[in-house]
Protein backbone atom coordinates (compact mmCIF):
# COMPACT_ATOMS: atom_id res chain seq x y z
CA UNK A 1 0.00 0.00 0.00
CA UNK A 2 3.04 2.26 1.03
CA UNK A 3 4.65 1.36 -2.62
CA UNK A 4 1.00 2.47 -4.37
CA UNK A 5 1.08 5.39 -2.65
CA UNK A 6 4.24 7.10 -3.73
CA UNK A 7 3.60 5.80 -7.38
CA UNK A 8 0.54 8.01 -7.06
CA UNK A 9 2.32 10.99 -5.47
CA UNK A 10 4.84 10.57 -8.43
CA UNK A 11 2.14 10.60 -10.66
CA UNK A 12 0.50 13.92 -9.50
CA UNK A 13 3.77 15.44 -9.34
CA UNK A 14 4.42 14.86 -12.61
CA UNK A 15 0.79 15.76 -13.80
CA UNK A 16 1.42 19.30 -12.01
CA UNK A 17 5.06 20.35 -13.47
CA UNK A 18 5.61 23.36 -14.47
CA UNK A 19 7.77 22.39 -17.74
CA UNK A 20 4.93 20.26 -18.42
CA UNK A 21 2.27 22.91 -17.80
CA UNK A 22 4.16 25.02 -19.84
CA UNK A 23 4.55 22.64 -22.88
CA UNK A 24 1.08 21.93 -23.02
CA UNK A 25 -0.17 25.16 -23.22
CA UNK A 26 2.48 27.33 -25.01
CA UNK A 27 2.37 29.66 -26.14
CA UNK A 28 0.41 31.43 -23.45
CA UNK A 29 1.43 35.27 -22.28
CA UNK A 30 0.12 33.71 -18.71
CA UNK A 31 3.33 31.65 -18.50
CA UNK A 32 4.81 32.96 -15.36
CA UNK A 33 1.54 33.06 -13.90
CA UNK A 34 0.95 29.32 -14.27
CA UNK A 35 4.02 28.66 -12.58
CA UNK A 36 2.73 30.14 -9.75
CA UNK A 37 -0.21 28.45 -9.93
CA UNK A 38 0.73 25.42 -9.54
CA UNK A 39 0.28 23.64 -6.39
CA UNK A 40 -0.96 20.11 -4.64
CA UNK A 41 -4.66 19.81 -6.27
CA UNK A 42 -5.65 19.01 -9.63
CA UNK A 43 -8.11 22.20 -9.41
CA UNK A 44 -4.76 24.08 -11.11
CA UNK A 45 -5.63 22.55 -14.42
CA UNK A 46 -9.33 24.10 -14.35
CA UNK A 47 -7.82 27.35 -13.05
CA UNK A 48 -4.96 27.46 -16.24
CA UNK A 49 -7.97 26.48 -18.67
CA UNK A 50 -9.64 29.82 -17.92
CA UNK A 51 -6.77 31.35 -18.55
CA UNK A 52 -5.84 30.43 -21.81
CA UNK A 53 -9.87 30.70 -22.84
CA UNK A 54 -9.19 34.65 -21.72
CA UNK A 55 -6.22 34.49 -23.99
CA UNK A 56 -8.23 33.25 -27.17
CA UNK A 57 -10.84 35.83 -26.82
CA UNK A 58 -8.78 38.76 -26.41
CA UNK A 59 -6.81 37.48 -29.35
CA UNK A 60 -10.18 37.18 -31.61
CA UNK A 61 -10.68 40.68 -30.20
CA UNK A 62 -7.42 41.80 -31.50
CA UNK A 63 -8.00 40.69 -35.23
CA UNK A 64 -11.16 41.66 -35.76
CA UNK A 65 -11.75 42.62 -38.96
CA UNK A 66 -11.94 46.52 -40.02
CA UNK A 67 -15.21 48.08 -40.66
CA UNK A 68 -16.36 47.84 -44.47
CA UNK A 69 -19.06 49.76 -46.17
CA UNK A 70 -21.19 46.86 -46.45
CA UNK A 71 -21.28 47.16 -42.53
CA UNK A 72 -23.10 50.25 -42.64
CA UNK A 73 -25.86 49.43 -45.08
CA UNK A 74 -29.22 49.21 -43.51
CA UNK A 75 -31.62 51.40 -41.21
CA UNK A 76 -30.45 53.56 -38.66
CA UNK A 77 -32.12 55.92 -36.10
CA UNK A 78 -30.19 59.66 -36.34
CA UNK A 79 -30.54 61.02 -32.60
CA UNK A 80 -29.66 64.76 -32.53
CA UNK A 81 -29.19 66.97 -29.31
CA UNK A 82 -28.66 70.63 -30.34
CA UNK A 83 -29.53 72.76 -26.98
CA UNK A 84 -32.29 72.18 -25.03
CA UNK A 85 -33.92 69.84 -28.07
CA UNK A 86 -33.75 66.09 -29.34
CA UNK A 87 -34.82 64.78 -32.39
CA UNK A 88 -35.26 61.37 -33.89
CA UNK A 89 -35.30 60.69 -37.91
CA UNK A 90 -35.11 57.32 -39.38
CA UNK A 91 -32.28 56.66 -42.38
CA UNK A 92 -31.82 54.24 -44.23
CA UNK A 93 -27.67 54.31 -45.78
CA UNK A 94 -27.53 52.44 -49.53
CA UNK A 95 -24.92 51.83 -51.22
CA UNK A 96 -22.82 54.17 -52.58
CA UNK A 97 -23.52 56.55 -49.92
CA UNK A 98 -27.18 57.66 -50.95
CA UNK A 99 -29.91 57.96 -47.50
CA UNK A 100 -33.14 57.27 -47.44
CA UNK A 101 -34.84 59.58 -44.95
CA UNK A 102 -37.49 58.81 -42.85
CA UNK A 103 -39.99 59.53 -39.77
CA UNK A 104 -38.88 62.30 -37.62
CA UNK A 105 -40.40 63.67 -34.23
CA UNK A 106 -38.32 66.92 -34.71
CA UNK A 107 -38.72 69.47 -37.21
CA UNK A 108 -40.83 67.94 -40.53
CA UNK A 109 -38.89 69.45 -43.32
CA UNK A 110 -40.53 70.05 -46.98
CA UNK A 111 -37.45 67.72 -48.23
CA UNK A 112 -34.22 66.02 -47.80
CA UNK A 113 -31.15 64.75 -49.10
CA UNK A 114 -27.93 63.43 -47.96
CA UNK A 115 -24.65 61.72 -48.71
CA UNK A 116 -22.47 59.42 -46.08
CA UNK A 117 -18.93 57.29 -46.54
CA UNK A 118 -16.77 55.57 -44.41
CA UNK A 119 -13.79 58.04 -44.84
CA UNK A 120 -11.11 55.88 -42.63
CA UNK A 121 -11.91 51.98 -42.95
CA UNK A 122 -8.76 51.64 -39.96
CA UNK A 123 -10.46 54.07 -37.68
CA UNK A 124 -14.07 53.69 -38.51
CA UNK A 125 -14.67 56.84 -39.16
CA UNK A 126 -18.24 57.52 -40.57
CA UNK A 127 -19.29 61.19 -42.13
CA UNK A 128 -22.54 61.97 -43.11
CA UNK A 129 -23.60 65.49 -44.73
CA UNK A 130 -27.73 66.31 -44.35
CA UNK A 131 -29.47 68.83 -45.96
CA UNK A 132 -33.06 69.63 -45.16
CA UNK A 133 -35.06 72.24 -46.94
CA UNK A 134 -37.89 74.04 -45.08
CA UNK A 135 -40.43 76.80 -45.82
CA UNK A 136 -42.22 79.47 -43.49
CA UNK A 137 -44.25 82.48 -44.33
CA UNK A 138 -41.45 84.23 -46.23
CA UNK A 139 -39.10 82.29 -48.11
CA UNK A 140 -37.56 78.81 -48.28
CA UNK A 141 -34.35 77.64 -47.13
CA UNK A 142 -31.99 74.96 -46.39
CA UNK A 143 -29.91 74.00 -43.44
CA UNK A 144 -26.92 71.50 -44.08
CA UNK A 145 -25.32 69.68 -40.87
CA UNK A 146 -22.41 67.17 -40.94
CA UNK A 147 -21.97 64.71 -38.55
CA UNK A 148 -18.60 63.04 -38.03
CA UNK A 149 -18.19 59.85 -35.39
CA UNK A 150 -16.41 55.84 -34.96
CA UNK A 151 -18.04 53.39 -35.69
CA UNK A 152 -18.63 51.27 -31.98
CA UNK A 153 -19.48 47.77 -31.38
CA UNK A 154 -20.99 47.40 -27.86
CA UNK A 155 -22.53 44.21 -27.64
CA UNK A 156 -25.56 43.77 -29.90
CA UNK A 157 -25.74 47.59 -30.10
CA UNK A 158 -23.67 49.30 -33.19
CA UNK A 159 -23.53 53.11 -32.98
CA UNK A 160 -21.76 56.01 -34.29
CA UNK A 161 -21.36 58.99 -32.06
CA UNK A 162 -19.76 62.56 -31.94
CA UNK A 163 -20.38 66.12 -33.20
CA UNK A 164 -23.08 68.12 -35.22
CA UNK A 165 -21.32 71.15 -37.29
CA UNK A 166 -23.60 73.50 -39.08
CA UNK A 167 -22.46 75.15 -42.20
CA UNK A 168 -22.73 78.59 -42.85
CA UNK A 169 -22.26 79.47 -46.26
CA UNK A 170 -22.38 77.33 -49.81
CA UNK A 171 -18.79 77.23 -49.52
CA UNK A 172 -18.73 75.33 -46.76
CA UNK A 173 -16.35 77.58 -45.16
CA UNK A 174 -17.82 78.27 -42.07
CA UNK A 175 -19.00 76.09 -39.91
CA UNK A 176 -20.64 75.94 -36.19
CA UNK A 177 -20.65 73.65 -33.65
CA UNK A 178 -24.35 72.60 -33.06
CA UNK A 179 -24.41 69.75 -30.39
CA UNK A 180 -24.03 65.59 -30.72
CA UNK A 181 -25.41 62.70 -32.68
CA UNK A 182 -25.89 59.30 -31.75
CA UNK A 183 -26.58 57.06 -34.95
CA UNK A 184 -27.94 53.60 -34.10
CA UNK A 185 -28.45 50.62 -36.14
CA UNK A 186 -32.07 49.30 -35.43
CA UNK A 187 -33.78 46.13 -37.36
CA UNK A 188 -35.56 46.39 -40.40
CA UNK A 189 -38.59 49.05 -40.67
CA UNK A 190 -41.60 49.10 -42.93
CA UNK A 191 -41.12 51.18 -46.36
CA UNK A 192 -44.00 53.36 -45.76
CA UNK A 193 -41.91 55.21 -42.78
CA UNK A 194 -39.28 56.26 -45.43
CA UNK A 195 -41.56 59.09 -46.11
CA UNK A 196 -38.71 60.82 -48.75
Given at each position: PQHSSAASTRSSMRL???????????PCAHTALLRSFVVHSRATVSVIGRLRACDASTEVEQTRLPPTEADLIGYWELEEAEDECTAHTLLRLLPAGAIEFGKTDGPVPTGASGSWALVDPLEGKVALRVTRRFEDCRFPYEVVRLYEGFLEDDGPVRS????IEILQSDEG???????????????DFPEDDMIF
Open positions: LNPAVLCALFAVQGPKSKIDAGFFALTLVP
